[in-house]
């Protein structure tokens, strides 16, 4: 089943184009990490995906118009827009109270048994919380829905490197069964680099990279060059070329592994490295492009 | 855990239609009330305050003042005003108390989820932006008035027994007294000033809604200086002040429509019943095309809620 289906979609802020014809399929049970830079669009795209924006071009959510059918969509689907949205002056005991009472899919008791093993009191009010046990209980409260597609916007923006793993493993663990869907949206790539099965780059507006984590492992290798072999690894088209430590580190897009294997150490790139070599490309094709 | 979480029963795509569609629709009304309860709790505290006050402040008075007020008690002329004023007074008081805190919350109950953020917390639950703005408005025109009638009765029941005491302290016999203070009819008038002053509010709770909605900042400007412009421009272009004299009778009006006042020939209060005309008020256009605007004012919000962003 496609969970979300996007195509040409578009969105303009008087002159700014924060979409700029973005096709997308993300099937169910995918994980599917949004990656780019700020003001790239992620966010815009989200919203559009969440019904919470106007856009041009298609778009079905689960089968469903997002913006037009947004109250029965909202059934099927849950999101965490950024970090600390929780209203400050409410209870964790209000917090369930109040999800359960509106929320036809939620598990008051998976609620409880999350918040057990965390720190956090009942009678607090979210004011009281930390940043990181606020994200702990946003996240108790989503994972007791029972939703077809959640959506993680930024949801660890801020916290320590404890309060991150903690919250991308209960996410695996606790929540993701194949038949849900999730994407998120995360500045902290290297967090979610081993959750995710799906991986799309944003760059101003328009998908600059889109492919499965398989093919992402099969197509990309980087490879620290021995010195005497650097001409012979150039000759074979590296998309990347940076410095480590007097090292060269070249990255390459589907190249033979033997062959790379002979030039030095070679492994699969971090999402991070991928990226800035896609977006180097990217602008140096603009700039091609402009002369 | 990854285990179990697969034993759990997948619920259909359905499952919401099983509950009755009556249940389904007030469900989250209810609990939309309940939250804004929950947030905004001055509009408990901000009654309850004025009530306790007000008995305090009788009966300081009484204490301090008793000399006059026995020889205004034993004139069975300035009786009647005496016994009289401090429930009129009261209501009154809790009633100004009811109408400024609902306008206050209204301005700040669909701006204030934006500036916190919070609405992107509300938004993420299958809640309509039409329910969550009836939600509100039902603050200033159900709960805010029901409340403040009971508040009313509570702080007039404790006058009526301080006012016993004070009769019998006296010299004047209960049923003199409760003669001047027929509490059942004086509630009922009650009730017709407070479901009369909400229906004529409506438009004013509407349109604070609306400038909650739409204001990125600054709500009370956006709320008071479009009006006062408009009679500005009206007094410059023609010298004449319609409007003004609109939103002095859309801030008065009800008082007028709905009770004939004591000085133009109403009823004794001895009948505080006699004095209503309710017939005038629920026939008076003004109220009518008030709550068009009302309507109006409120489809707007929901409009600008399903659009606006978090600030």
């Given amino acids: 089943m496609t969970v979300i289906e996007a195509r040409g979609l578009r969105k303009v802020y008087g002159k700014t184009i924060a979409l700029d014809g973005i096709d997308l399929r993300v099937e169910e049970g995918r994980i599917l990490g949004v990656i780019g830079l700020n003001g790239a669009g992620k966010t815009t795209a989200l919203n559009a995906i969440l019904g919470l924006t106007k856009y041009e071009g298609e778009l079905k959510v689960l089968g469903r118009n997002p913006w037009t059918e947004r109250n029965q969509l909202m059934r099927d689907v849950c999101f965490i827009a950024d970090v600390a949205v929780l209203p400050r002056w409410m209870k964790v005991s209000q917090a369930l109270d109040y999800v359960q009472g509106v929320h036809p899919r939620f598990n008051r008791a998976k609620a409880e048994g999350f918040l057990s093993r965390t720190a956090i009191k009942r009678n607090s009010r979210v004011r009281q919380l930390s940043k990181g046990m606020v994200a702990q209980l946003h996240l108790a409260l989503v994972m007791a829905i029972d939703a077809k597609l959640l959506v993680l916007d930024e949801p660890t923006l801020g916290l320590d490197i404890l309060y991150r793993k903690q919250f991308y493993d209960s996410l695996l663990n606790d929540y993701y069964d194949r038949s849900r869907t999730i994407l998120v949206t995360t500045h902290q790539v290297e967090d979610v680099q081993h959750i995710l099965t799906d991986l799309i780059f944003i760059d101003r507006g328009r998908v600059a990279l889109s492919c499965s984590m398989e093919e992402f492992e099969q197509r990309y290798q980087e490879v620290m060059v021995h010195p005497e072999q650097i001409n012979a690894a150039r000759a074979l088209k590296p998309i990347h070329e940076r410095q480590v430590i007097g090292r060269n580190i070249l990255l390459f897009d589907g190249v033979d592994r033997a062959q790379l294997a002979t030039l030095g150490e070679a492994h699969i790139p971090s999402i991070a490295d991928l990226f800035i070599a896609v977006l180097g490309q990217a602008s140096a094709e603009r700039e091609g492009a402009a002369r | ?311």
């Fill in chain 2, 1 to 311: 855990m990854n285990t179990q979480m697969n034993v759990i029963p997948e619920y259909s795509l359905e499952t919401p239609e099983i509950v009755p569609a009556a249940v389904a629709a007030t469900r989250p009304l209810l609990w939309s009330v309940r939250r804004e309860l929950w947030e905004n709790n001055s509009i408990f505290i901000a009654p309850l305050t004025v009530a306790v006050l007000f008995v305090l402040g009788f009966v300081i008075s009484i204490i301090h003042e008793w000399s006059t007020l026995h020889s205004a008690l034993v004139d069975p002329q300035t009786r009647q005003t005496a016994f009289h004023f401090p429930f009129d007074a009261a209501a009154f008081a809790l009633l100004l108390t009811a109408v400024i805190t609902g306008a206050f919350y209204c301005l700040d109950a669909l701006y204030g989820e934006r500036r916190d953020r919070s609405v992107l917390f509300w938004k993420s639950l299958p809640v309509s932006d039409l329910t969550t703005v009836l939600a509100k408005a039902c603050i200033p025109l159900l709960v805010l008035p029901l409340i403040t009638f009971a508040m009313i009765i509570v702080t007039q029941t404790a006058l009526f027994l301080l006012s016993t005491a004070i009769a019998l302290g006296n010299g004047i016999s209960t049923a003199v007294l409760w003669e001047q203070l027929p509490l059942w009819k004086m509630w009922v008038s009650i009730l017709c000033a407070i479901v009369t002053s909400a229906l004529w509010y409506a438009p004013l709770y509407g349109w604070l809604l609306l400038v909650s909605s739409y204001a990125r900042r600054a709500t009370f400007l956006w709320a008071v200086l479009p009006p006062f412009a408009v009679c500005v421009v009206e007094k410059i272009a023609f010298n004449t002040s319609y409007f003004a004299d609109m939103m002095t009778f859309r801030l008065t009006g009800w008082y007028s429509q709905a009770f004939t006042p004591l000085a133009q020939g109403g009823a004794s209060p001895a009948d505080p019943l006699a004095s209503l005309t309710l017939g005038r008020f629920f026939s008076s256009p003004e109220l009518w095309i008030g709550l068009v605007f009302a309507a109006l004012f409120l489809a707007a919000a929901i409009q600008l809620r399903r659009s606006r962003e978090a600030i």
